[in-house]
């Protein structure tokens, strides 16, 4: 049962367009979720993060958005810079618990 | 350095083999995380250990894994009898406690069966 989904596995955006990733959840439980960014060969790097209290969430050109009544949350980088290209994992978890569950990642490839 | 370190980073295994792949979590960080990606699949969590509670071994695959973490630091993932199946990336990750924090992450060990 994947708690965690992100429905697309790739996404290609010019250079300086908006890159819009999406994440579903279904567990209600789940009050902060985090992105993370992957480049190949290495480990996840933290992004940003968001907790259920907010329903957006800044960070120069990266924003999280979180839509808990359609438990969906997305992010947005504007622009979009060539070197954004990576794999995007979204995680979900409930505070005070330790557990992180991943989505299966969006490949994100900017062009120039 | 003061990162997240894993080794190996890479290893080829024939099936049936046992393997060990460690993980030195961040200085200080008390929780700490096995995940693995097999491919073309998200971050699978396996086990998690808090200071010196019992760790939650509820991800573990089956019985051919297991995982310790000696004084509080230093952790070896150990796969017996490996099978084709096991063959992904299995990352490590540590934090500074455990509950709605950031998670950071190692390079990975990449394990292939063959």
């Known amino acids: 049962d994947q708690q965690v989904k992100q429905n697309s596995p790739s996404l290609s955006v010019q250079e300086g367009r908006i890159s819009i990733l999406n994440c579903d959840y279904t567990?209600?439980?789940?009050?902060?979720f985090l992105w993370y960014k992957k480049y190949p060969a290495e480990g996840p790097t933290f992004l940003i993060s968001?907790?259920?209290?907010?329903d957006k969430n800044e960070d120069g050109r990266f924003t999280v958005f979180l839509n808990k009544s359609a438990k969906h949350l997305s992010l947005h980088i504007v622009p979009s810079q060539p070197g954004d290209s990576a794999v995007y994992f979204c995680?979900?978890?409930?505070?005070?618990?330790?557990?992180?569950?991943f989505g299966t990642g969006t490949r994100l490839k900017v062009l120039a | 350095g003061a990162g997240v370190s894993q080794s190996p980073s890479n290893k080829v295994t024939e099936k049936g083999k046992d393997v060990e792949l460690r993980c030195d979590p961040i200085?200080?960080?008390?929780?700490l995380y096995w995940y693995r990606q097999s491919l073309g699949q998200g971050l699978e969590f396996l086990i998690y250990?808090?200071?010196?509670?019992?760790?939650?071994k509820s991800g573990l695959p089956s019985d051919r894994f297991s995982a310790e973490r000696t004084g509080g630091s230093v952790s070896t993932l150990t796969i017996q009898r490996t099978q084709q199946e096991d063959s992904a990336v299995y990352l490590c990750?540590?934090?500074?406690?455990?509950?709605?924090?950031?998670?950071?992450f190692g390079e990975g060990s990449r394990l292939t069966v063959l």
């Open positions: 567990n209600s439980m789940f009050d902060y």
């Open positions: 990750a540590s934090s500074l406690q455990g509950s709605a924090g950031e998670l950071f």
């Open positions: 250990f808090q200071g010196n509670s019992a760790p939650d």
């Open positions: 968001i907790s259920s209290i907010k």
């Open positions: 995680a979900a978890s409930r505070s005070g618990t330790y557990k992180y569950i």
């Open positions: 200085s200080g960080h008390t929780a």
